[in-house]
């Protein structure tokens, strides 16, 4: 188990290359398990990443190889930490036109009519 940590500000995470956020990682391998078979079962080839300026959390399992899951887990890394820093664009309030709210109100009007069709005759005793 490789442990280097550097403390730093997470810039973007398409601009850095694998290095510098390995660099920023905690790198842990373990037994993966799973399919494969015995050789995936012998071998510690999961790779289990901690990104600490983030917090963020990525594991890579899916492969029989370490270097294979350690690139995976990589790319994971590197999308948890766009969606991270990604930012939706601000929402505007609106409210619907005059003509749209006199619209709701008569589809309203015919479906309330429709129902009251549908009761049954109320007696007249």
């Known amino acids: ?3 280097v940590r550097e403390e730093g500000a997470v810039s973007s995470a398409e601009s850095r290359s694998d290095e510098e956020l390995l660099d ?3 790198v842990e391998t373990f037994r993966a398990g799973g399919p494969g078979g015995q050789h995936q079962n012998k071998t510690e080839s999961g790779v289990r990443l901690r990104h600490h300026p983030s917090g ?4 890579a399992r899916d492969s029989r190889s370490q270097h294979r899951n350690r690139a995976r887990a990589l ?14 664009p601000p929402r505007h309030p609106t409210k619907p ?4 709210r006199e619209e709701r ?3 309203k009007r015919r479906r309330s009519l429709t129902k009251r069709k549908r009761r049954r005759p109320e007696s007249d005793e």
């Open 1 to 3: 188990m490789t442990t």
């Open 24 to 26: 920023e990682c905690t």
């Open 56 to 59: 963020i959390v990525v594991t």
């Open 75 to 88: 790319d994971r890394l590197r999308t948890a930490l766009e969606a991270r820093e990604h930012k939706p």
């Open 97 to 100: 036109s005059r003509a749209a």
């Open 105 to 107: 109100l008569e589809k």
